[in-house]
């Protein structure tokens, strides 16, 4: 377990964790490599669920040659159970796991439903607002742990839940100017906007939390976007969160189950090659500027003009998104096939795939170092020299 440090505790529906929480990252870049590894050194670990089949080969062969909707959704469902079950194998007893659920995905429900039946500890949903999540783990012992952006979304998630008497477990609040993936935020021009600084919301939410006659023991508050040091997390911490929550850092580590192309161009990316656009979902998002982002990028106008209200066929038959801008014909929404791409850059396709990254530096620069040794210089400011190439990949 975890080395001394000064900070209090992350508690979680009764247990104690360390105060660094690692973001879901999809697709298949935290599975359950990652989840478990960082879980195992007494943290929560979280376990992106969306299209997680990618990284079991016999899943793959079946959606290969029976491409129907209903097997791709059933092998999903079947590869999300494999993936908590090794995660949990892999933390031995300790930290936490958690499934990350996008509300924007159709099969939201299923995959609450499945991290449930295979014993996660927590479902972390974003990408929306995660009103129906206390009905759907109705009698489940389960930690509930929305991610928002705001004051006004975390009062709304309040005051609906405790109309259906749940109170989250915690509440991450990701600021859309540095995290990386979709941002939680509907206009680009309004990520700077002041109601997404955390002192401002904690000031906020001090006074909502006292109007509903809770505490802020009740529901934890865990920071993230941009987080990349120990002076950061110090910062936070100090300023009123109970945890930070990192994703880009997490990725790029040894045991992150993206292939090492992944996390080169993750960790090689510089500030100019880091840009946001408008997702698929219709939200913005934030990723590295590779080829094909770049090329997308450069016509993109011309792609709206041209083809932007035209419905499309779903290119992989997974029908992923509840509203897709490709598949539904939505001008002012993305229009390419998310899933195909993020899945490119899983497998390492640094031409055709997409590579979602937060805007900030890493802390170990360009290096890929371990879970450990990240967890350890963000938690005391230092870390042990690096090991010679422990690195390690396989979508089995
Ligand atoms: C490659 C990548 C994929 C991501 N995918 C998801 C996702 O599927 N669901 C989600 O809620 N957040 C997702 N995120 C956001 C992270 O969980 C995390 O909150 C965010 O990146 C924090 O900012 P940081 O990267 O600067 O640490 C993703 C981020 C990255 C970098």
Redesign the pocket.
């Known amino acids: 377990m975890f080395p001394d440090h000064s900070f209090a505790p992350l508690q979680l529906r009764g247990r104690q964790l360390l105060p660094i929480v690692q973001?879901?990252?999809?697709?298949g870049?935290?599975a359950h490599r990652l989840a478990g590894s960082v879980a195992r050194e007494g943290a929560l670990g979280?376990i992106?669920s969306?299209d997680l089949r990618h990284h079991h080969a016999d899943l793959v062969e079946q959606c290969r040659a029976d491409p129907r909707h209903d097997t791709l959704a059933q092998a999903n469902l079947v590869a999300l159970g494999r993936e908590i079950e090794a995660a949990r194998k892999l933390a031995d007893g300790h930290g936490m796991i958690a499934v990350?659920v996008?509300k924007a995905v159709n099969a939201h429900a299923d995959y609450v439903r499945a991290a449930c039946e295979h014993g996660a500890d927590a479902i972390?949903m974003?990408?929306g607002l995660p009103l129906d999540l206390p009905d759907l783990t109705q009698g489940v012992d389960i930690a509930l742990i929305p991610?928002l952006s705001d004051a006004r979304g975390v009062s709304l998630v309040l005051k609906k839940w405790m109309k259906k008497g749940r109170l989250p477990d915690a509440v991450?609040l990701?600021h859309p100017a540095?995290?990386?993936?979709?941002l939680g935020v509907t206009d680009l021009a309004d990520m700077d906007n002041e109601r997404f600084g955390f002192e401002r919301i904690f000031e906020e939410l001090d006074g909502v939390y006292a109007t509903l006659g809770i505490s802020r023991s009740d529901v934890p508050l865990i920071v993230?976007?941009?987080?990349?040091s120990h002076e950061a997390v110090r910062r936070w911490l100090q300023a009123g969160a109970n945890g930070v929550?990192?994703?880009?850092?997490?990725?790029v580590t040894e045991e992150g189950d993206a292939h090492p192309n992944f996390k080169r161009v993750?960790a090689d990316a510089k500030p100019e090659d880091i840009v946001e656009f408008i997702s698929v979902t219709g939200l913005p998002a934030r990723a590295v500027k590779t080829p094909w982002l770049d090329r997308y990028l450069r016509n993109e106008s011309r792609i709206r003009v041209k083809i932007g209200q035209v419905k499309n066929a779903c290119p992989t038959g997974l029908e992923c998104l509840s509203v897709c801008g490709l598949r539904d014909g939505i001008e002012k929404f993305g229009h390419f096939c998310i899933d195909t791409r993020l899945a490119a850059?899983l497998r390492g396709d640094v031409s055709n795939g997409l590579?979602?990254?937060?805007?900030?530096a890493l802390p170990f620069g360009n290096a890929i170092r371990s879970v450990r040794d990240l967890l350890e210089l963000l938690l005391t400011g230092s870390a042990r020299p690096a090991v010679a190439h422990r690195a390690a990949f396989a979508l089995s």
């Open positions: 973001g879901g990252m999809g697709v870049i935290s979280t992106a969306i990350n996008m972390v974003g990408a991610i991450v990701e540095h995290a990386g993936g979709h993230g976007g941009g987080i990349n929550q990192v994703g880009t850092p997490f990725a993750l850059a590579f979602f990254r937060g805007r900030e």
